[in-house]
């Protein structure tokens, strides 16, 4: 399934986030997503999981329009926000079965406690969410994100914060969970991106700056390291 951007325009107030953005990705790639701060990286992944309308332009996932077929859209997006907000009181269980719910996912048991095993969250689903370390409460968002099985994963800085163990784990996990699926994944971490992605689109200041599959990058920049593209391509 492609993800497919166009001429993708937001402006907050007077500050412009996103200015025509186009780019198309490849099927089951999963597609590195660059950009200094404040770059739109988090505006475009929220726009994309149908959370933040657009000023202008349009998305189209596997040519679903988003704006026009939400529902149909938010069926095949699985989505990780920065931060990953939680409701802390919950159980494991409890916040999954919350999640199943919304996504109206016939026997949901089942399909609770299959993403249980694949996130790695059997030893610790009997706990509460504020009990988890991090690298458990992103595994918590991660099973949320794909409890119903999408075939598009955002993830926004999956392993921004966590310790250098857990995101070892983390990206164990996101390149076994990505299998068969579309990953558009935000990071400031260019070892991540040698290490998981087949393709990269860079931002910069709302515009986008390049789009490449990796296996091109040693003939478009040759002698480079990912860090070195980045900055040559960023820096103003
Ligand atoms: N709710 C908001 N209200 C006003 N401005 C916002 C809002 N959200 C984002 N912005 C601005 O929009 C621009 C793009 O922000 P965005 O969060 O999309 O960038 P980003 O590439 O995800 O950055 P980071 O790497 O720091 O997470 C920035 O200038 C930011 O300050």
């Not at 802390?88 to 095993?117: C, G, W």
């Not at 075939?151 to 310790?163: H, Q, R």
């Not at 070892?191 to 931002?203: A, G, K, N, R, T």
């Amino acid at each position: 399934m492609s993800i497919q951007v166009k001429n993708l325009t937001k402006t907050y107030g007077s500050q412009k986030a996103l200015t025509s953005i186009t780019f198309e990705t490849q099927s089951n790639h999963i597609i590195g997503f660059l950009g200094p701060n404040g770059a739109g990286k988090s505006t475009t992944m929220k726009i994309l999981a149908g959370i933040l309308p657009a000023d202008q332009g349009e998305c189209l996932i596997n040519g679903i329009n988003i704006r026009l077929e939400s529902i149909k859209a938010k069926q095949t997006i699985g989505y990780l926000p920065e931060n990953n907000p939680l409701y802390m009181d919950m159980y494991v269980q409890e916040i999954l079965t919350f999640e199943a719910n919304l996504h109206r996912i016939p026997n949901p048991k089942n399909r609770i406690q299959q993403v249980i095993s694949l996130t790695g969250l059997t030893q610790e689903k009997h706990k509460r969410v504020h009990q988890l370390s991090k690298g458990y409460k992103q595994r918590v968002g991660l099973a949320m994100a794909i409890i119903h099985d999408p075939k598009i994963l955002i993830l926004d800085e999956p392993t921004s914060g966590l310790d250098p163990n857990q995101i070892l784990e983390i990206r164990a996990l996101i390149k076994e969970l990505s299998k068969n699926k579309t990953v558009l994944l935000s990071t400031h971490i260019m070892q991540e991106v040698e290490i998981l992605c087949d393709e990269i689109i860079v931002l910069d200041k709302g515009i986008l700056k390049d789009h490449f599959l990796k296996s091109d990058a040693a003939i478009r920049f040759p002698n480079q390291s990912m860090e070195e593209i980045f900055v040559q391509l960023t820096r103003s």
